[in-house]
């Protein structure tokens, strides 16, 4: 996962776009959040044959922090991704993947959010508010499929929380890794970590921060000096897309104050043709215009800017 928002645009934005799309590149879907608009035309100029799929912004919160969510689809990828809704409640934006993309039986479901921070004018009550309704249109994506990712900068800090409970009884029984204690470095606790953790335990979802292979739970977002340490970005999974997790992976950019966070995927070939056949990698990634993340598969790549980038899955 990626952010990108949280610097401010100077004389080398050209060349922070660069890198950033350079990253892009390399994954198959990528999420990008807090990009404070909702013209991607900057960016498309170097991702020749790229969709992109956002949020509509209004007028009065262009250009404003802590808005924006813009989801890029390469080309190879195109035709099995399409936006399933847009949250009308909360900034989240839902996304269908052809089953093909990850060799499952069941189409995947990616939901790419931002939660704003805690802060005078957006207090607790209102996290609470946001997360309830992000629980809601999560249950709903489980209507359509029991395979799910979401990720995104949640701005929520979950220290060594577990969110294993009763209804991961199954999970447990493939992964009783989750059992384990979250590795952390970053040990702070707010109220959207407690929330976004009692989400995952509602719904059977695994938080990968701090438990798949590289991450450790290692900070996301050091600030524009490298002077802050946290970890405000998450990918959840499903136990089916929990278990083709191969490796996760923390990548630093001049274009943002967030790092990218990619994970891999093994993606196996069920019958017939499949996505990407040609080179088997599916690549999952969400960058936040402050925070960025990568998922990697091997059949396709996911990148999300805001807080997920992708990277490589086989099939």
Known sequence: MHGIGGRSADANTELKSIDLCSMVKLHDIT???ETRTSDASRLLQHLPGFTVHNIKLDKGNEGKNGHGI???????????????KTS??????????DKRMFGLEEDVIVGATYIN?????????????????LFEDTLGAFQVSTNVVLCGDFNA??????EVSDAHTGFVLDCPEVLETRRYVCNSVNKAGQLLVDLA???SMAITTGRVVGDDGQPSFTGNYGDKKSRPDHVLLSPALYKLVCSFKMWDTCASDHAAL?????????????????????????????????????MRRLTCMLGISRKTWSC
């Open 70 to 84: 813009a989801v890029l689809v390469a080309p190879s990828c195109s035709d099995y991704v399409r936006v399933l």
């Open 157 to 162: 800090h979950v220290g060594e929380l577990s």
């Open 117 to 133: 921070p805690q802060s005078r004018d957006f207090p607790v009550r209102a996290i609470q508010t946001h997360f309830t309704d």
């Open 31 to 33: 999420v990008l959040t």
């Open 262 to 298: 990619s994970t891999e995927f093994r993606v196996n070939v069920v019958g017939g043709e499949s996505a990407n056949t040609k080179h088997h990698v599916c690549s999952v990634g969400l960058v936040s215009v402050s925070t960025t993340w990568f998922c990697v598969g091997s």
């Open 201 to 203: 335990a509602a719904t």
């Open 88 to 97: 009308e409640n909360v900034q989240c934006i839902w996304l269908q993947c």
